[in-house]
């Protein structure tokens, strides 16, 4: 999948503004962001790149006297993680129970469960808020027996989690074709038989069974938009975790989901980051 890389520099800059910035441009389809001391380089799917909605962001901008530029490249279509994954990517432990390691990795803690993830390209390390919430969520669930799907799977890594668990059969579907290939190498690497992989999106579900559970981290705009998509596969008592977006949206996804039929559980956050599990009633 092809990305822009857009760099903005903000005058003056400072956290509240870049946390501010991350959060409108998140609304608008970008979806990883790496502050600086001059403002913050942001990456967005080319196909959902819209310019005018850019701008509109900028002017409509909620903060005074801050000044923002941009511009905008183009990274290599390559395995651009492969150094960051070499050399920053660490064994990392959620909920004292589940390690998730590299193969390159030699020396980790010993845990429950052991998932190992090369991610290449894909989203999925265990290492984001999102994903992490989301990890600690599928430890206390009862998947026992229970039919999932992981929607925007990236490496797999909530998949696998939920397989280890106990869940079967379990579908993972992304958008991205780096990500499907990334699932499968992870999927077998973790000697898993009973996950399927798929490449689509929330169209692929139309006319299937429901799911007993459903793990979506993709972002605000996607779960708002393909949410009907889930709920037309999910039977009364079916559970729905979702992450990828801010603690202020919850109230968003929240009324979505209940105009659904959904009941609104709990969250938890990490970092401002939010992620919520609803029931089907
Ligand atoms: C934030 S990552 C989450 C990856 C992984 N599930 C995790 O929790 O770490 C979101 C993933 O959703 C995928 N995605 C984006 N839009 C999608 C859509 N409309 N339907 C399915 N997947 C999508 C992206 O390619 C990306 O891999």
């Keep these: ?57 900028i002017r409509n901008f909620p903060m005074e006297d801050v000044s923002l530029s941009y511009t905008i490249t183009e990274p290599e279509d390559k395995d651009w993680n492969e150094e960051w994954e070499k050399n920053f990517f660490q064994p990392i432990v959620i909920g004292d129970r589940c390690v ?67 869940a079967d059969p ?17 999927i077998a690497l973790n000697h898993i038989n009973n996950i399927t992989v798929e490449l689509g999106d929330a169209s692929l579900l139309k006319g299937r069974k429901p799911f007993d559970v459903i793990i979506a981290n993709i972002n605000r705009n996607i779960l708002l938009n393909d949410l009907p998509a889930y709920t037309a596969c999910m039977h009364s008592g079916s559970e729905i975790y979702m992450s990828g977006f801010y603690v202020e949206d919850i109230p968003a996804i929240r009324e979505r989901g209940e105009s659904l039929g959904l009941e609104f559980v709990h969250y938890r956050k990490k970092h401002n980051w939010a992620a919520v599990k609803l029931i089907m009633k």
Excluded at 26 to 32: D, L, P, Y
Excluded at 123 to 136: D, P
């Design 1 to 57: 999948m092809k990305y822009f890389e857009v760099n903005f520099i903000a005058q003056p800059c400072n956290e509240t503004i870049t946390d501010v910035l991350a959060a409108l441009t998140a609304e608008i389809g970008f979806e990883s962001f790496v502050p600086d001391e001059k403002g913050m380089q942001a990456y967005i799917q080319q196909s959902l790149f819209d310019e005018e909605a850019l701008k509109e962001v």
């Design 100 to 166: 998730i390691h590299s193969t390159f990795h030699k020396d980790y803690p010993q845990a429950e469960y052991d998932i190992v993830i090369n991610p290449q390209m894909a989203f999925g390390t265990g290492h984001h808020e999102t994903t992490s919430s989301i990890l600690g969520e599928l430890l206390d669930a009862d998947l026992k027996g229970k039919s999932v799907l992981d929607m925007g799977c990236g490496t797999s890594i909530l998949a696998i989690l939920a397989s280890m668990r106990g």
């Design 170 to 186: 379990v579908t993972a579907i992304d958008i991205d074709d780096w990500c499907v290939n990334n699932s499968r190498d992870n």
